[in-house]
């Protein structure tokens, strides 16, 4: 079985832009989660998303967004960038909301200059 | 609020050294609580879950048990490969912190 597929694995943008990171699970997984990774602050959750919905989020500015589509992929939006979103952007797919182990992706490595 | 601490940050050992992990965590409701491995640059890998106290896995050279209060990683006889960066994270009854709160990792190297 694949495992959970991201992209672009690298992505350097400069303040004020906005960037969009891809995320595929694993084959009949419907659950997806993001995740910040940072080395000051770890592994912090941004939201998670079932059946298109996002039905649980951490305490992240309006300016993190995502969403799912119908085949349980999700894209992430970060508007108005800044410095500060410098991270890597990890995905995690789970077979059910809130439930079951979550596997990750190898991350989205976001530089903001 | 729910917190999960691991210790130490950094763990320096011989090949063959045993030792273990310490996560520690203070929740609401645990939901299950979770060990990651997770290599420079790349996703965390899912080693074991737990779910109640007195609950063991194996695999391979890593041991993770649970008590109620904190759950412990034991490496025997480790090999340089298993240098990584070792997370902690559970899943708690209505948290507000969202659905995984991680430690901050134990960053483990082993040297031949």
């Known amino acids: 079985k694949a495992g959970v597929t991201q992209t672009p694995r690298y992505l350097i943008k400069t303040r004020g832009q906005q960037v969009t990171l891809s995320c595929s699970p694993i084959?009949?997984?419907?659950?997806v989660s993001w995740y910040q990774q940072t080395p000051g602050q770890g592994l912090q959750f941004l939201f998670e998303?079932?059946?298109?919905?996002?039905?649980n989020k951490g305490n992240f500015p309006g300016r993190f967004s995502g969403r799912q589509f119908s085949n349980s992929r999700s894209e992430m939006n970060v508007s108005t960038l800044e410095l500060g979103d410098s991270a890597l952007y990890l995905c995690?797919?789970?077979?059910?909301?809130?439930?079951?182990?979550?596997?990750f992706g190898p991350g989205t490595r976001l530089l903001v200059l | 609020e729910d917190q999960v601490t691991q210790s130490p940050e950094a763990l320096r050992l011989q090949e063959g050294e045993s030792s273990s992990l310490n996560c520690s965590y203070t929740?609401?409701?645990?939901?299950?609580l979770f060990w990651y491995r997770q290599d420079p640059g790349k996703g965390p890998e899912f080693l074991f879950t737990l779910y109640s106290a007195g609950e063991e896995k194996e695999k391979e050279r890593l041991k993770a048990t649970l008590t109620k209060k904190e759950s412990f990683l034991h490496i025997t006889a480790p090999k340089p490969e298993d240098s990584a960066t070792y997370l902690c994270?559970?899943?708690?009854?209505?948290?507000?912190?969202?659905?995984?709160?991680f430690g901050k990792g134990t960053k483990l190297s082993v040297k031949p």
């Open positions: 994270a559970v899943r708690v009854y209505g948290g507000s912190q969202g659905n995984l709160i």
């Open positions: 929740v609401s409701g645990l939901r299950g």
């Open positions: 084959s009949g997984h419907r659950s």
């Open positions: 998303y079932f059946s298109e919905t996002q039905r």
């Open positions: 995690a797919s789970s077979p059910d909301l809130s439930l079951g182990t979550q596997y």
